[in-house]
């Protein structure tokens, strides 16, 4: 605000921060954007109620290829019709359930390292897992993050993104603890908006949320109300 920055950019978890702090309403940028984080709907809901006239668009790059492309229409995930096409010279596909790129900006190769980048055809693997819903591809998850819950794979972003549509939480972070029984079930860390909630009623209503939104082998066994969530040096969730 002392700046008078127009054009702002931070991750999902930044503006997640950021939206729970007063000093919001200080700043009236003309630009926001999101990248390094799967961005969806409650945050891009909840930054276009608090910057109403800002242009807001969350793209999807990696280290390897850059920049794939930018989706400004305030939804989450991108048109199916970005599979298939060429984009400022970037072309995309899908398969196994990830988002392979094909990029004239992929870096040569790893320093100190001979495994190769992309695959015989030039499209890199980063890992990035898409589900297509209707005319929209979602991001669902990364392959390195699944929980296997009793032999069936749960990404903990797409709980996630189900208990952050809640309208008193800010953020949720959802992890795996241990079972004797389906070797692992899923908790979630929740950052309430307001520290003033009765935190037993909330986390009885989120779980009730999820059980009306997923399926039971997704649904939380636990939900606890934090102060806070770890964040990494890059301004993503610390995930362990």
Sequence with gaps: AEQGATHVLGTP?????ALMSPAIKKISPRYVRLSGEIADQAILDGLRAAFPQAGISHAFASTEAGVAFEVSDGLAGFPAAYVGETRDGVEMK?????????????????IGGDMPLADKDGFVDNGDMV???G?????TGRRGGIINIGGQK???EEIEAVI?????VRMSLVRPKRS?????VVVADVVLKSGDDDAEAVKGDILT?????????KVPAAISVVPALDVAASGKLARR
């Design 135 to 139: 005319d929209r591809y979602v991001f």
């Design 154 to 156: 749960v990404h903990p």
């Design 94 to 110: 899908v398969e196994d359930g990830s988002l392979r790129i094909r990029s004239p900006r992929t870096a040569s190769r790893y």
């Design 13 to 17: 978890t930044h503006w997640r921060r």
């Design 131 to 133: 589900e297509r819903r």
């Design 164 to 168: 952050n549509r809640h309208p008193l």
């Design 180 to 184: 004797p029984i389906t070797g692992a």
């Design 209 to 217: 949320f999820c059980r009306d939104a997923l399926p039971l082998h």
